[in-house]
């Protein structure tokens, strides 16, 4: 089931039902944390395995505009630096906030994968990474529902 982020005929409201209701219906059908765009540690251990260390480069999402994670990807293909315009956002996806109990439920299904980066990359993890398996009390305010609804849709705000 997936949600058009930018279907412009669903109210917030019923944006925020279907996001929920798609992800109760990922926990009920399936283990989270094996969606295979969502299993960070399979695909490393994959990745890993077949290619040469010296021809991997991993990069984060939330580092990957600026001018420095740019530079260290040109430098690692061995082609001429490019700037960037890591302020210009396009194509934006909608987002929405999940209720506590979803985004709890998200936190804890996908807990293994944060784990693994975070035991692979250690502090070089986004901080919105290390945030996102903490207790709901402690989170900075939705920093998880949003990349939840990235993950689980594949739209939302970057």
Known sequence: MAIGAQNPTLSDAAYE??????????????????????DYARTMEALEAAVPSDHIHYAFYEDLFSQDSVDEICAFLDIRPHKVAGDKRVNLGRSTVLPDAVEQMLSEALAPQYQAVRARFGDSVPAAWRESVVPLSKKAPQAFSKKAVRLLTGFGDN
């Open 17 to 38: 039902a279907k996001c929920v209701a798609h992800a109760q219906d990922l926990r009920d059908k399936r283990d989270i944390a094996r969606i295979p765009r969502a």
